[in-house]
């Protein structure tokens, strides 16, 4: 039996890095800003000018982690604390499972198609963007891998 697996396109990450960019330069936030398909590789990314450097894996790991648990990485954060139900999940997956706010995942008809991650310069725009990027994907190319 083959299964076919709905992902998110190049066209699809584009237009997802289009709009959470638009939205970190109106907050006047440089941020690096990554998404992966449904198989959490990534397909796009974007550092912009001022963004920190050291970020840029942080950006694509939060997308990764948004994808491979299907869950937002603030969500994930919330159970990954001392005496909660995922505590330590950061130290799986060789390192890459970020546990904290900036990583959601994408989906499309309720299935997840991929993941967004980004880090805002200072933090204080991780939660904002979000909103922005689901707006991105509102019209989304159809492709299936």
Do not use: C
């Amino acid at each position: 039996m083959t299964i076919r697996l709905e992902s998110v396109s190049l066209e699809d990450a584009q237009r997802v890095i289009a709009a959470a960019q638009a939205k970190a330069e109106e907050i006047g936030s440089p941020s690096n800003i990554a998404v992966v398909d449904a198989g959490a590789n990534l397909v796009s990314h974007i550092r912009m000018d001022n963004a920190w450097v050291g970020s840029v894996d942080i950006s694509i790991n939060k997308a990764f982690t948004a994808r491979a648990f299907d869950i937002a990485t603030k969500e994930l954060a919330e159970n990954a604390q001392p005496g909660e139900q995922f505590y330590g999940i950061q130290n799986s997956n060789h390192g890459r499972v970020m546990v904290f706010a900036g990583g959601i995942p994408l989906r499309r008809d309720g299935l997840a198609v991929g993941g967004e991650g980004e880090v805002v310069l200072g933090g204080a725009g991780d939660r904002v963007l979000g909103a922005e990027v689901l707006r991105g994907l509102d019209h989304p190319a159809r492709h299936r891998v």
